[in-house]
C-alpha cells in the first residue's frame, strides 16, 4: 500500500517580503503569498492529488494558506488539523527584526549561524507571557533548528505517520525551518549538511512511502 506526502512553506508573507525575523509572530500573506498558494492548489489538483487531511500550525499565514491551497484545488471540505508544533522555529529576541540590521548588529557570520546551522540558539527574549494560545510552558523564549525537530518529531511520529501507514494522503503546510527539520528526518539528512537545504515558499515537495514509510520517490511539483 503506498501513500503520499505533500510538504509546503506557506505564500510569501509580509515579514518574508520585508526581510524580517518573524518566527511565532503572526504575519498575513501578501497578494504574491495569495498567487502562490493558488498556484500550488492547481498543481496538486493537475496532478490528480487527493488528501485524508491537511496539517498546519497555529499561525495565519501558514493557515491561510492551506485554506488557498484546498480550494484551489477543490478539497476545502477535508480536515483541517492545526499544532504548535508545526509552527515556524521561534526566533527569540530577534523576532521582528530586519535581518540587514541584524547583520550590522551581531555580524553577518553570527547572524547566518543562527539562521542556517543546527544547533545555534538565536537570543533569547528574557520570558514569555502564557496566553490562551499558548498555555505556559508551550512557547519557548529562542530555538534552534535541533529544538524544533524535537517538537515536531513526536507530531510526524503521532499524527502524520500513522495516516500514512493506513494509506491516507497527507498534506503539510507549514514554515521553512519546521519543514528543513522535517526534510532532516525523512532525508537523514546530517546535522552538519541541514544548513543548506532551502525550503521555497508555496512549492510543494511530493514523498511516495511505501507500507513502511520507505521513500519510493521524491519529486517537486
Known sequence: MMSDLVIMRHGQSTANRDNLFTGWSDVELTDLGEQQAIEAGE??????FQFAKVHTSYL???IHTANIVLEASNQLWIPMQKSWRLNERHYGALRGLNKSDARKS??????QEWRRSYSSVPPLLPKVAPTRQY???IEPCGESLAMAYDRLLPYWQDEIAPELMLGKNQLVV???????????????IS???IDGVEVDNGAPIHYQFDEHLNIIKKDYL
Open 135 to 137: 498555555p505556559a510552558g
Open 191 to 193: 546535522d552538519a549538511d
Open 60 to 62: 495565519k499565514r501558514a
Open 106 to 111: 551581531y555580524g553577518a557570520d553570527r547572524v
Open 43 to 48: 498543481a496538486l489538483k493537475t496532478s490528480g
Open 174 to 188: 507549514a514554515h521553512g525551518s519546521t519543514l528543513r527539520a522535517l526534510i532532516k528526518y525523512l532525508d537523514q
